[in-house]
Each structure stands twice: as structure tokens, then as C-alpha cells.
């Protein structure tokens, strides 16, 4: 082969060379960079799960506060039904108190008709009530009440 054909085979030979070492190092950087993107999505896919586990944290905490609100509510569903029992209580002591003081109504008219049938009485066996009292010399009747002599 003539010497011109060897050494433009040999350069070409060469250029491959070269070129199959750039495209090597081009590799190694791919590779490189791909290994830092796993290791980005690793880290985000950790973040993932923490966020993942404080997610549940909240969920765990929301549901004891949950459990707290409907203690809370039975608490305050008790005592409304207890004010409601004391409300009730209440009525039927001032149903008793007004049924008292219509008795003592009742009661004290009745001792009021006594009174007028027990004066109506006393009038008819006297011509007055207020001749009850007598003269201290002479024994005579006095009208007034207030005085005990002629």
C-alpha cells in the first residue's frame, strides 16, 4: 500500500480514537448527571414520606381532637338536659306555690264569710255592737266604746 493510503488510514484511525475518548467522557458526564438525578429523586421521594408520615401525624392528632369535640358535646348535651330538669323542677314548684296561695285564698274568704255570718248573728241578738259597754257609777248603757262614764 503506498505510503500516502497508510498514513491517512493511520490519522483517520486516530480521529476514532479521539473521538471514541470524547464520546467516553461525554458518557462518564451522562452517567454522572444521571446519578444525581436518582439521587434528587431518592431525596424527594424521602421528603415524600416524611411529609407522607406528618400527614398522618395530623390525621392521628385531628382525630383525637375529634374524639375530644364529641366528649365535649356529650358533656354538653348532659348538662342541657340537666338545666331542662331544673327548668322542670322549677315549674312544678311555682304550680305548687300558686295552688298554695289559692288555697290561702279560698281559706281566707272562707274565714271572711265566717266573719259576716258571725256579725249578721251578733246583730240580730243585739239591736248594736257597740252598746257593750256600761256606766262605772250608774250601770247605764254607753254607746261609744271608748268611754265608761255617763
Known amino acids: 500500500m503506498p505510503l500516502p493510503v497508510l498514513i491517512c488510514q493511520r490519522l483517520k484511525r486516530e480521529e476514532q480514537r479521539e473521538r471514541s475518548r470524547g464520546r467516553g467522557a461525554e458518557g462518564e458526564e451522562q452517567r454522572e448527571r444521571s446519578r444525581g438525578r436518582g439521587a434528587e429523586r431518592e431525596e424527594q421521594r424521602e421528603r415524600s414520606r416524611e411529609r407522607g408520615a406528618e400527614g398522618e401525624e395530623q390525621r392521628e392528632r385531628s382525630r383525637g381532637r375529634g374524639a375530644e369535640g364529641e366528649e365535649q358535646r356529650e358533656r354538653s348535651r348532659e348538662r342541657g338536659a340537666e338545666r331542662e330538669e331544673q327548668r322542670e323542677r322549677s315549674r312544678e314548684r311555682g304550680a305548687e306555690r300558686e295552688e298554695q296561695r289559692?288555697?290561702?285564698?279560698?281559706?281566707?274568704?272562707?274565714?271572711?264569710?265566717?266573719?259576716?255570718?258571725?256579725?249578721?248573728?251578733g246583730a240580730e241578738g243585739t239591736e248594736s255592737k257597740t252598746l257593750i259597754s256600761k256606766c262605772r257609777s250608774c250601770r247605764h248603757k254607753l254607746r261609744s266604746t271608748l268611754s265608761f262614764s255617763c
Open 102 to 121: 289559692e288555697r290561702s285564698r279560698e281559706r281566707g274568704a272562707e274565714r271572711e264569710e265566717q266573719r259576716e255570718r258571725s256579725r249578721g248573728r
